[in-house]
């Protein structure tokens, strides 16, 4: 079974049930129920709440909260950015808020 995991002690097993699990609870509820759900989290912070602003992060568009210096990236942006040369050392400006 090791051969599974990965390097953060994660198997893919886990993830592939974690992603079931909350597809299955997102399929209970009403169009309705998840339209209010996206509204109220719609560009607000999911640590802090606060309201997060849009920049544009070595061509990729990124959330940024800047009162608690968060950043949130959609699906696919970690690895959009990570194939770009000078790539960490961005990152650390990034989060350093800089
Ligand atoms: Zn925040």
């Given at each position: 079974m090791g051969e599974a995991d990965n390097d953060d002690g994660l198997s893919w097993d886990d993830l592939q049930t974690q992603r079931e699990a909350q597809a299955?609870?997102?399929?209970?509820?009403?169009?309705?129920?998840?339209?209010?759900?996206?509204?109220?989290?719609?560009?607000?912070?999911?640590?802090?709440?606060?309201e997060l602003s849009e920049i544009t992060f070595r061509g990729v568009?990124?959330?940024?909260?800047?009162?608690?210096g968060g950043v949130w990236l959609d699906d696919g942006e970690l690895e959009e950015l990570a194939g770009k040369p000078g790539f960490f050392?961005?990152?650390?400006?990034?989060?350093?808020?800089?």
């Open positions: 299955r609870r997102s399929a209970q509820l009403s169009p309705a129920e998840r339209e209010a759900l996206r509204k109220l989290h719609l560009m607000h912070c999911p640590k802090c709440g606060m568009k990124v959330d940024k909260c800047f009162a608690c050392e961005a990152l650390r400006r990034l989060f350093a808020g800089a």
